[in-house]
Structure formats: C-alpha cells, structure tokens
C-alpha cells in the first residue's frame, strides 16, 4: 500500500512537470515560427520557456524529436528553399530575411541541410515551391 501511494504520488508530478514542459516547448515553437528572423540562441529560447538551458534543451528534443537550434536552422531553410523557388530576390537577401546577416554561413548551412548550394536549388526548383515543414 505504501509503495503503491508513492508510485501514484511520483507519477502525479512527473505527468504534471511533463504537461508543464509541454507547453512551455508549445510556446517556444510558437515563438520560433514567428520570430525566426531575429537572432535566437538557446539561452534565449530558455528563458521564454522558463526553464534552465539543459532541461529545456532536453524537454525540446523529447518533445520535437531534435534540439532547438537544429529545429530553428530547419525551419529557416524550409522558409529560404521557398523563398528561392518562388522568388528572384538575391541569396544575400533571402540569408537575411530569414535571419542570416552572413550569406556565405548561409550558403555553407544551406548545402549542409539540402545537398546542394542556394543557386543549385533555385536551378532545379524555380517556380515550383517546395511543401512548408
């Protein structure tokens, strides 16, 4: 009996910490999909959940299945493979529309996430967008 009231006890505040690390990710996702353009870092992302780094780090990955940054530099490439199959503005721009001051680092992360460089992909994808994540 007693361990059966300890286990129920535990269980009560682990679900409750997780409903709580829920909506704070919520939040966070929220946040990132409207402010991606701004410069985010994990300390940032962090405070907006309430939360120390690791933990909030580890609640993100549990949650979104990758760590925060990962998921705001794919969602930043998802906005920019848009941006550059349905636009002609320059790849320096599109880097900083979404977020990039630095074109080149840009360049180089956008060929890490997709195979091939910001041009390559306009080549190949120019005036049929690919889905938004």
């Given at each position: 009996m007693f361990y059966s009231t300890i286990y129920e006890t535990f269980s009560c505040a682990?679900?409750?910490m997780n409903r709580e690390s829920r909506?704070?990710?919520e939040h966070v996702l929220d946040?990132?999909?409207?402010?991606?353009?701004?410069?985010l870092n994990l300390e940032k992302l962090?405070?907006?959940a309430g939360m120390d780094i690791k933990k909030f780090a580890y609640a993100f990955h549990k949650y979104a299945g990758v760590y925060p940054i990962d998921y705001l530099i794919q969602h930043r490439m998802?906005?920019?493979?848009?941006?550059?199959?349905?636009?002609?503005a320059a790849v320096k721009n599109i880097a900083e529309s979404i977020g990039y001051g630095d074109a080149h680092y840009f360049s180089r992360l956008f060929k890490k996430y997709t195979g091939c460089n910001p041009s390559e992909f306009r080549t190949r994808n120019g005036n049929n967008p690919p889905l938004i994540e």
């Open positions: 682990r679900n409750r909506n704070a990710v946040y990132i999909h409207t402010h991606y353009t701004e410069p962090a405070g907006l998802s906005r920019a493979r848009v941006l550059l199959a349905t636009s002609s």
